[in-house]
């Protein structure tokens, strides 16, 4: 066995942990902790992490956070790079032990005479006190959901979690036991009790349905009849997390992803690149639509890869969406279409972008949507976006006018100050028009949102206009008349686009709908409002598509895109002369002489003749009337 020696220190090391990626080594050194890497040249990072000896480290494979605790009688949180996230209160004794569970969602203290299950922000689930001495050592079971102790007395402790609970809609769900589940529909008080045959492992409630995972079996229940579930075998025992979604729920286990319909059936199984293992995975990494799926690279922290949630197929080309910076968090909308759905990330420096999972590509370049984001939720009705940030709820009445028209899309934003919630509160639910947000200690807040934006999306997907006019003109609001305009332009409306617009005070681009109204084409329509949303590309090729080459040849000259103008009038045979006159009456104006090739070589062979130009274009436009 080969050996070798990282580090030799004047005091005792208590504790050891290997990093997720086995590339580094932490230990404990006096009141610091340290990581070494395992490269000869690299420099560890030293930090003092507690005012007393650190007796306890553990850092966790899925969520990449770092657990200690010391005789200063704290236990806390760091990330990866030393930076602390939580600090726990003064206890009475010093912690001797601290343990992740297997999935990174709670971890375990020990102390004298006391036992503590966490949540992984670091409040506290439970508490015992067994007269068993200090506790030195604790380790989960695999499915986590037992936990062992080694006890100063000499004994070891056994220890089920239970009592966990589920809330969605008027449905209240409660692991009582280990093989029993209390549900409760608080609108009515009619309770219900499961006996199951195996311990719970994995529960979640969401969609109208209850999915429970026992060591053999998982059930999938109605909330319309608990009595009849769906019974099925997972494929692993250990399983990591469920994720729901209107039509279908994923479960990860230890092995893989499999995709399964509330009937029991499953529907595909997609394939982790370069043979990674589903216990890598966290729920935040991973995020399911009714057609799309979404997971963050093991490898390639900086790259989604999207899936289709019907075949297990890559999307499209197989092309990742590509990030510049380490990805956190992923969440895809849950309504609508596949043209309707998005893909939210949040990065390392807590920005948000979002992107169409339809127009990915290895070159696209993401768009940002806002900074410092703490928290994120879809609405699961219809496609409404809401953040946390710096004590203010952010939400997005319709984040795809970041796509449509970026100069509305601040009115659209509505933010509310919530510093009730305290420091790093979580967004748990987004249902309807209520917001569920846990806060730092643990309790539960739940917020009411306006109605007007979710009735305003049904009434534009039912296609009534005038009824959604009315609705703006009832609330009086600035951000749903926004909203509407947004929606106008993806629908092509111009009537309902033009009122919008004026209700917001756009004047220059009510100005430029009439302009749209009296065109004859309705190609050249269509191309004019994408171009309003700012897709030059697509309205180009609208034009192209529809024959309309002179139009897509002005398009570039009104834009400056002089090499594009020419490129298309050479292709095409047709206006070379209408752009060489247009790029020298422009060079004209600004004093400059002509620097490109192309232009000079095509200058050599055409000649400029106006009358011949202007006669040309007249004859475009009125092929372009009849």
């Not at 949540?119 to 079971?141: C, I, Q």
């Not at 220059?508 to 009296?518: A, F, G, R």
């Amino acid at each position: 066995m080969l050996r070798s020696t990282l580090a030799q220190l004047p005091c005792c090391i208590y504790s050891v942990v290997w990093s997720p990626e086995s590339d580094n080594v932490l230990y404990t050194n006096g009141k610091q902790l340290v990581i070494k890497p395992l490269q000869p040249s690299a420099k560890p990072l030293t930090w003092k992490a507690h005012d007393g000896i650190v007796l306890k480290v553990d850092w966790n494979s899925v969520n990449n956070l770092i657990l200690s605790g010391g005789e200063d009688c704290k236990y806390k949180i760091w990330d990866s790079y030393g930076r602390p996230l939580y600090s726990s209160a003064i206890h009475d004794y010093p912690i001797t032990s601290v343990s992740w569970s297997p999935d990174g969602n709670l971890f375990t203290v020990g102390s004298f005479n006391m036992l503590r299950l966490c949540d992984r922000s670091g409040w506290s689930h439970g508490l015992e006190k067994p007269t068993t001495g200090s506790v030195f050592n604790v380790a989960w079971s695999m499915d986590g959901t037992q936990v062992a102790a080694a006890c100063a007395d000499g004994h070891v402790m056994l220890a089920h979690c239970i009592e966990k609970r589920l809330e969605w809609c008027e449905f209240e769900v409660t692991l009582t036991g280990r093989k029993t589940i209390e549900v409760r529909n608080v609108v009515n008080d009619a309770h219900e009790t499961l006996e199951l045959r195996d311990r719970v492992i994995k529960m979640s409630l969401a969609f109208k349905h209850l999915v429970v995972v026992t060591s053999s079996q998982c059930l999938v229940y109605s909330t319309n009849n608990f009595n009849t579930p769906a019974i099925f075998d997972p494929r692993d025992g250990n399983i990591s997390f469920i994720q729901q979604c209107e039509k279908h729920f994923l479960i990860v286990d230890h092995v893989g992803l499999y995709i399964y319909s509330y009937e029991g059936r499953q529907i595909c199984s997609p394939k982790l690149p370069g043979g990674v293992r589903g216990s890598s995975l966290s729920i935040r990494t991973v995020s399911l639509s009714p057609d799309v799926l979404a997971v963050r690279d093991v490898k390639n922290d900086h790259s989604v890869m999207l899936y289709d949630a019907n075949s297990g197929k890559l999307l499209g080309d197989g092309a990742p969406v590509v990030h510049t910076m380490e990805i956190l968090t992923v969440h895809l909308s849950q309504c609508g279409p596949m043209s309707d759905r998005f893909l939210a990330i949040i990065d390392k420096n807590h920005d948000l972008y979002l992107t169409p999972v339809r127009k990915t590509s290895s070159n696209h370049r993401l768009p940002k949507l806002a900074s410092m984001v703490q928290s994120l939720k879809w609405n699961s009705n219809v496609n409404i976006l809401c953040g946390l940030r710096d004590m203010k709820l952010l939400v997005w009445f319709y984040p795809r006018a970041l796509f449509l028209d970026k100069d509305i899309l601040p009115q659209t934003l509505h933010e509310r100050e919530c510093s009730e919630f305290g420091k790093n509160p979580e967004l748990c639910d987004f249902n309807e028009n209520t917001v569920i947000v846990r806060r730092a200690d643990g309790s539960i807040c739940s917020i009411s949102n306006m109605p007007y934006p979710a009735m305003l999306h049904r009434l534009v997907a039912a296609d009534k206009w005038n009824e959604a006019v009315r609705l703006c003109r009832f609330a009086k609001l600035k951000s749903l008349w926004a909203c509407l305009a947004s929606m106008t332009l993806k629908e092509k409306d111009l009537a309902t686009a033009e009122i919008a617009y004026a209700a917001i005070g756009e004047v220059d681009k009510v100005e430029y709908l009439k302009h749209i109204k009296s065109i004859p084409s309705k190609e050249v329509r269509t191309a004019e409002i994408t171009l309003l949303s700012g897709s030059v590309n697509e309205a180009e090729a609208i034009l192209i598509q529809g024959g309309f080459i002179y139009r897509a040849i002005q398009l570039n000259l009104d834009l400056f895109h002089w090499e594009r103008a020419l490129e298309l009038a050479v292709k095409h045979k047709t206006h070379v002369d209408t752009v060489l006159g247009y790029r020298q009456v422009y060079l004209n104006q600004i004093h400059k002489q002509e620097t490109s090739n192309k232009f000079k070589q095509y200058s050599k062979g055409v000649e400029i003749n106006w009358q011949n130009i202007e006669s040309k274009i007249e004859m475009e436009l009125e092929k372009e009337g009849k």
